[in-house]
């Protein structure tokens, strides 16, 4: 009889044991080895330290939080000290918001689902002068992207890895090369809930009523934010017959609920909307899993699977699926879940592409663009894998080749790390104008990325 048990793997886990490529030293050693030998061990007593705690306290999950805020800003501050509107956060949330009243705004979908995210967002931004009207929704992005590193760090999430490594992946997904479109933009901090939702969803049991609220409140709001909901619920429930958590399946009933809304407006959207042209083939997608995904997740900034050769894309695409699948051999189930998850994401994304009017295929069209919200879920998967890899691996190939990639990793983001500024468009100007002007005026104003976009709006 078929047992998920057979296909996810065994429901007991054991932590995997760091490897280390260092021999003891020689019964005469010199200097530097002794130096080197002294260095190992305070890695490895401050690692086993690490690993001797489930998570972070109260306390330092908050500071936690704080610093990911300050890291964050820090990649684009341009975005805090110059604030502006990003594509849809003026176009769509704003200006729907403004005509038609926040509360009318959250009843209307775009792309086939709901967006209530980011039209509360465009609602707090009605409180506030026009002229920080983007502060406001840029503030909002900013905290959900902060936000999966406090869960990230907490106790709950154990049963992912060990704490030394959750906290060497909170700093590679705070840094993450070639992340410019999901990075702080309201429009796309959806993508970071998503990621808090995945690792909730996978996470022990709360043990206090905060962290039950915070679990109800996050699947509730996650539900008509996005199809993400609608991907997680198969792999919840697989999660809830393996571990048999009571509340895994009270969270896979709330998932339940809210998707329905959902798929009934994808369902919608896709008998109204017009065809195009996909252009799905074998090249493509080796192209883009394995150039603008595996290559941009260690370099970034390079729409690789574009401009590099075919040859080149598809090593990539071998080597990053291979690390990926060896890291899925021996993960847990929490980790094997989320590696499934971010390949439906993958696969729905490339199946049903949201890109403006072009004459070029689908796929083609995307395959130049880097750093877009596709890459997003494979880029995490292939960097937790490669470092799991660093870290835990038995075979000497993949500790090796995990071990390198983690260099490139690391120069990928000091290269990365400052993410160039938005073009300022003046919207200072544009905000002064609009707010001295009388009511029934016309304004159009440009917006981010230039040149295809702009806002237009009427003076109440």
């Known amino acids: 009889m078929f047992s998920p048990v057979a296909l996810i793997g065994q429901k007991n886990y054991q932590m995997p044991t760091p490897i280390s490529n260092i021999t003891e030293a020689s019964s005469s050693p010199t200097r530097s080895a002794m130096a080197l030998s002294r260095f190992v061990a305070a890695g490895r007593s401050t690692i086993q330290r690490l690993d001797a705690r489930e998570g972070l306290s109260t306390f330092w999950l908050i500071a936690s939080f704080a610093v990911a805020l300050v890291l964050i800003v820090l990649r684009d501050p341009s975005l805090f000290t110059h ?9 769509v ?12 705004s959250l009843t209307q979908p775009l792309g086939g689902y709901l967006n209530t995210l980011q039209r509360l967002g465009a609602g707090a931004a009605l409180l506030v002068p026009f002229r920080w009207a983007p502060l406001v929704m840029l503030l909002e992005g900013l905290f959900f992207q902060a936000l999966p590193v406090p869960v990230l760090l907490s106790a709950r999430c154990r049963n992912w890895a060990p704490f030394s490594f959750r906290l060497l992946f909170a700093a590679v997904y705070i840094g993450i090369p070639d992340a410019r479109e999901v990075h702080v933009l309201c429009t796309n901090c959806h993508w970071h809930l998503a990621v808090v939702e995945v690792l909730l969803a996978f996470a022990a049991v709360p043990r206090s009523l905060f962290g039950r609220i915070f679990d109800v409140f996050t699947f509730v709001l996650a539900t008509v934010c996005g199809p993400f909901a609608v991907l997680l619920m198969p792999f919840l429930f697989v999660f809830w017959w393996i571990r048999r958590q009571r509340w895994s399946l009270i969270l896979f009933s709330i998932l339940l609920v809210g998707s329905g809304f959902q798929l009934a407006l994808m369902r919608h959207y896709q008998t109204a909307r017009y065809y195009r042209f996909l252009g799905a083939t074998v090249a493509r997608f080796i192209r883009i899993v394995g150039g603008n995904t ?8 390079t729409a690789y699977g574009h401009k590099e050769p075919l040859w080149v894309c598809t090593v990539s695409f071998l080597v990053g699926l291979a690390i990926i699948a060896y890291c899925s051999r021996r993960a847990p189930l929490e980790v094997r879940l ?14 049903s592409p949201l890109v403006p009017p072009t004459p070029l295929p689908l ?13 997003y879920f494979p880029s995490l998967i292939f960097l ?5 890899c660093a870290f835990y691996a038995r075979s000497r190939l993949f500790r090796t080749g995990g071990i390198l990639l983690a260099l490139i990793l690391l120069q990928g983001i000091i290269r990365d790390w400052r993410i160039p500024a938005l073009e300022d468009l003046h919207f200072p100007e544009y905000a002064a104008k609009f707010e001295a002007a009388p009511p029934g005026t016309y304004m159009k ?14 003076k109440k």
């Open 93 to 104: 949330w704003f200006v729907q918001a403004y005509d038609g009243g926040w509360l009318h």
């Open 338 to 351: 989320f590696f499934l998850y971010c390949f439906g994401i993958l696969v729905a994304s490339l199946r």
């Open 294 to 301: 595996f290559l941009g997740a260690l370099r970034g900034s």
């Open 384 to 388: 937790w894998a490669l470092l799991w």
């Open 445 to 458: 104003i440009p917006l981010n990325p230039q040149p295809e976009w702009f806002m237009e709006i009427t």
């Open 83 to 91: 604030p502006q509107f990003w594509a849809e956060d003026g176009k």
């Open 363 to 375: 796929w083609e069209m995307i395959l130049h663009y880097s750093g877009i919200r596709y890459w």
